[in-house]
């Protein structure tokens, strides 16, 4: 019998100890630190909770950054396939917003021996344009494209 009370009072005990030492480790981290009880890690694992909680955001602003790049670059092509913007306008726009990226000067630099990032980017559209644009519109797309590209950059690369 005195077993079996022994055994009840530990199992009372034991769980409210540890509930009281767990609610002093998240009221009072620094004093379970000082006594050596912090077997989480608490600080540490709230900073690097903070640290991630961070770097999700960042990731999440840089993807809408993306997202918007993608998105404009897209719109672009389709105003220039479409007539509704030059060539050379919309190079100049394309450049603005997409010249600040390395890779994409890398890419350029790879696709196009045209002179200068504008050019390149100019001649990019025309090239994108002319495989995304439908096979009946194709000669005139071309023609106007070319006329276009000429006009503003000099002859177009090959």
Partial sequence: MARLRQV??????????????????????????????????????????????????????????????????????????????ELTEAAKQKWEVNGVNDFFQTYLTRVSSAPGYEAKTAHDLLVQARDLCAKSDLPAVSSRLRQQYEAGYGPLPE
């Fill in 8 to 85: 009840r009072l530990t199992a009372v005990v034991l769980p409210f100890a540890f509930l009281v030492l767990a609610g002093t480790a998240f009221a009072r981290p620094k004093l379970v630190e000082s006594l050596g009880l912090d077997v989480w890690k608490m600080r540490q694992l709230v900073a690097e909770m903070e640290s991630s909680k961070e770097l999700s955001s960042s990731l999440d602003r840089q993807s809408h950054n993306i997202q918007d790049v993608i998105t404009f670059n897209q719109l672009v092509l389709d105003d220039v396939i479409a007539g509704r913007i």
